[in-house]
């Protein structure tokens, strides 16, 4: 399965769903909290080039926000994403 990683702050509430959905398939992930970290804040806003969070990575792949990783769930292909290598 690949790495799961997303960037995060307490108080988002698309945050909270995405790592709900994340653990309703039993999808292990990194949780980075961006909450008081401006470092971390630059490099998503580097990585993504978008400000908000939840920002998320399966293995190399840069899947957006809760809206993108629901929408491949919904369309079926997010278990294939999380499968390749």
């Known amino acids: 399965m690949q790495e799961v990683v997303i960037y995060t702050t307490r108080i988002c509430p698309y945050c909270v769903r995405a790592k709900m959905l ?8 990194k949780d980075v909290s961006v909450e008081n ?7 998503i ?7 908000t ?6 293995g190399a792949t840069h899947v957006g926000g809760f809206d993108d990783l629901y929408a491949l769930e919904r369309a079926g292909r997010l278990d294939a994403l999380l499968m390749s290598h």
């Open 53 to 58: 969070v939840p920002q998320i990575w399966i």
């Open 22 to 29: 994340l653990e309703r398939k039993g999808v292990p992930y």
């Open 37 to 43: 970290d401006m470092t971390l804040r630059q490099e």
């Open 45 to 51: 806003m580097r990585k993504s080039g978008q400000r």
